[in-house]
């Protein structure tokens, strides 16, 4: 066994990581800006990023996460995630074994996973801000980040990505002549990074320099104050038992929508047909009608993934109030109530991303990457790594808009059919904006001791971008 002595020395070691990444970060910026008469440009990225954190991210969270926490509640409330939970229990038990299979966190994290791997970014962030906010009350060290919290952070950094549509789309409206072709790719990428990152955090977490302090170190007060699981699950209220009008309304329900699902996939041109009569017959002649897409043209498997993304927030909004109306619950009300926290997490996050989006916005303004790039290209080239890829593969954990803009710059330069396209639409498909995702779900819940979370992150990413370099070389030659 360690020391509690060791143990207070492994936890400082855990707790001085992004410290001294977040310091290397401004410092290098300054520097090279210095070396390269770029200063200026430090200067507008820090201040351009603290904008961005601001009035960008933050601000335009607050409707989202009221939105989102307000179906959760009627979803918790209803019963329904602990429904959800217990069908996954034993994935989830080996996944998150300091979870009780009961917990609200259980079915917050499912619903979470279920919109990243849908490519539901609007939805799965609420949603997992929610989850951080469950797992919280299990935290008995607060400020530390848990085992569980952990592999929340993982999961979503290395989510199994079922289809790529930022990335598809750029290679779309760049001319691509088959921009889904890098969805097998980033699902094959996707599968290599979520099990490295799933590996890595059960491995990681038994080291010494990323165990968490023990319990009794956490302040009384503050540990007092966190309600416990049983306590929080305990408090709700059972809700009333499904009538037989009620089963027969939610079959009813399913039913249509199966329909509508096997409509779309088979016959897409016949529903968009008939939906753009039924528009002409509903809405004057001065609305608009919805944009017609390229869905008749793709396979089964992309039609079904790309229906399942069209489907899936509609359903939830319909399917939550109805469900839990179906079983007593006031749903007005208790939307009203779990939407009230949606102000207080969107504004928790802000000193977090100005923290992080500030040393990025600095490193960037100084000409940090293409330094990087020109140095390591020596190294790369040999090892059938393109060094145009080398800028998006170091943005990506940083900063998903920039990532972004990098990714449709190297399309436009070198063809949106080629094969360096295709990695980086594979490559943005298949990562995630890491430090972005830390800073938000760990920011919201006050959680400064991230411990192994960033190490099990990074690997997955590289692992991630490793695999869609490999696979593509693969498949595309």
Not at 158 to 184: F, H, M, Y
Not at 242 to 256: D, H, M, Q, S, V
Not at 311 to 319: E, K, R, Y
Request: net charge positive; hydrophobic share 55%; proline share 6%.
């Amino acid at each position: 066994m360690f020391s509690l002595a060791g143990e207070k020395s492994a936890a400082n070691t855990a707790r001085a990581m992004l410290n001294y990444l977040w310091l290397a970060l401004v410092s290098l910026a300054v520097l090279i800006g210095a070396a390269t008469g770029r200063l200026p440009e430090v200067t507008a990225g820090a201040f351009s990023m603290a904008e961005t954190a601001v009035m960008k991210i933050a601000l335009p969270l607050v409707g989202v996460m009221a939105l989102w926490l307000g179906l959760m509640r009627l979803a918790e409330r209803s019963g329904l995630v602990q429904q959800l939970a217990r069908l996954l229990r034993p994935v989830m038990r080996w996944l998150f074994p300091d979870v009780p299979a009961d917990h609200p966190a259980q079915g917050s994290m499912l619903m979470n996973m279920a919109a990243n791997m849908l490519g539901l970014s609007n939805a799965a962030t609420p949603l997992g801000l929610r989850a951080m906010r469950d797992l919280e009350t299990l935290n008995r060290t607060p400020g530390t980040a848990t085992d569980a919290m952990v592999m929340f952070l993982a999961i979503n950094t290395s989510s199994i990505q079922l289809i790529p549509a930022t990335a598809i789309a750029i290679l779309a409206a760049q001319g691509s002549k088959d921009p889904t072709a890098i969805v097998g790719t980033a699902l094959l990428a996707t599968t290599f990074s979520s099990i490295a990152g799933i590996g890595a955090v059960k491995w990681l977490q038994s080291w010494r320099a990323f165990r968490a302090a023990p319990a009794d170190d956490a302040p009384a007060s503050a540990t007092a104050a966190l309600p416990s699981a049983e306590a929080e699950t305990v408090a709700l209220p059972e809700p009333a038992p499904l009538t037989p009008a009620g089963k027969t309304t939610l079959a009813l329900l399913g039913a249509a929508f199966a329909a509508l699902f096997v409509w779309i996939v088979v016959a897409p041109q016949s529903y968009r047909d008939a939906a753009s009569a039924l528009h002409h017959a509903i809405f004057p002649a001065n609305v608009a009608a919805p944009a017609a897409d390229a869905s008749a043209t793709q396979g089964v498997f992309l039609r079904v993934i790309g229906t399942l993304s069209l489907m899936a927030v509609p359903l939830m909004l319909l399917f939550f109030p109805l469900y839990a109306a179906l079983r007593r619950v006031k749903i007005y009300e208790e939307f009203i109530e779990g939407a009230k926290d949606g102000f207080g997490v969107a504004t928790r996050v802000v000193p977090f991303l100005v923290a992080i989006l500030v040393a990025i916005g600095m490193f960037r303004g100084a000409g940090g990457i293409e330094a990087m790039k020109s140095l390591l290209a020596p190294v790369l080239v040999p090892l059938g790594f393109p060094p145009d890829l080398l800028p998006l593969a170091l943005v990506r954990p940083l900063s998903g808009s920039a990532s972004l803009a990098m990714f449709s710059e190297l399309v436009q330069t070198t063809g949106a059919d080629s094969l360096v396209s295709r990695m980086a639409g594979t490559i943005y498909g298949s990562t995630e904006t890491t430090f972005y995702v830390i800073a938000v779900y760990f920011g919201s819940v006050g959680i400064r001791r991230t411990r192994h979370a960033v190490a099990a992150g990074l690997f997955a990413d590289f692992v991630g971008i490793v695999a869609s370099v490999a696979i593509c070389r693969l498949m595309f030659g």
